[in-house]
Antibody, heavy 122, light 107 residues
Framework: QVQLQESGPGLVKPSETLSLTCSVS????????WSWIRQPPGKGLEWIGY???????NYNPSLRSRITISVDTSKNQFSLRLSSVTAADTAVYYC????????????????WGKGTTVTVSS | AIQLTQSPSSLSASVGDRVTIACRAT??????LVWYQQKPGKAPKLLIY???NLETGVPSRFSGSGSGTHFNITISSLQPEDFATYYC?????????FGGGTKVEIK
């Protein structure tokens, strides 16, 4: 079955760049859209962005100036970079697959990684 | 951006109770809504897609209804494993947005 696994530093200093990778198994990364979502401690879910292996990513306007999502088809992975982080970026970060049904993409997440906790602190 | 408001934000219920959670959108989103269940320390799990379709493997005690701006998820007979937080999400337009969540607790 499809599995997603986030990886990256658990601690990032303020003003630095957060970098996470999501490794995908059981599915070709070229066949789906892939997304990042985050959840601050004790709070709700926030969509960060998604992209296909080609074309232009779609980012949340609230984060657009600071985020880059990229796909590495050779490694079947996709990545998130979030620059100029502050304490407000402390959260559990999830990677997820966008649903594909009958040849159409529907922009909700049908498979999720387990999440990785990132703390922004000096 | 389309905002989703869930109500209540939390509820206490007993095993066997019928529970309904509402999600209201600030504009017409047709049926472009899903529901997730999240347990503590775990990733969200897709329960219902396209407002009323049950994801494969999800128990039939879960059901979804609604269209336009008003949506509900109902658990017909609450089971111990259903105590969790539930989120709605719209995919009608970007940015994708989530409701604030409804925590279902044991009475």
């Amino acid at each position: 079955q499809v599995q997603l696994q986030e990886s990256g530093p658990g601690l990032v200093k303020p003003s630095e760049t957060l970098s996470l990778t999501c490794s995908v198994s059981g599915a070709s990364i070229s066949s789906y859209y892939w997304s990042w979502i985050r959840q601050p401690p004790g709070k709700g879910l926030e969509w960060i962005g998604y992209m296909y292996h080609i074309g232009t990513p779609n980012y949340n306007p609230s984060l657009r100036s600071r985020i880059t999502i990229s796909v590495d088809t050779s490694k079947n992975q996709f990545s998130l970079r979030l620059s100029s982080v502050t304490a407000a970026d402390t959260a559990v970060y999830y990677c997820a697959r966008i649903s594909l049904e009958y040849g159409h993409y529907y922009y909700y997440m049908d498979v999720w990684g387990k999440g990785t906790t990132v703390t922004v602190s000096s | 951006a389309i905002q989703l408001t869930q109500s209540p934000s939390s509820l206490s219920a007993s095993v066997g109770d019928r529970v309904t959670i509402a999600c209201r959108a600030t504009q017409d989103i047709s049926g472009a809504l899903v529901w997730y269940q999240q347990k503590p320390g775990k990733a969200p799990k897709l329960l219902i897609y396209d407002a009323s379709n049950l994801e494969t493997g999800v128990p039939s005690r879960f059901s979804g209804s609604g269209s336009g701006t008003h949506f509900n998820i109902t658990i017909s007979s609450l089971q111990p494993e259903d105590f969790a937080t539930y989120y709605c999400q719209q995919f009608y337009s970007s940015p994708l947005t989530f409701g604030g969540g409804t925590k279902v607790e044991i009475k």
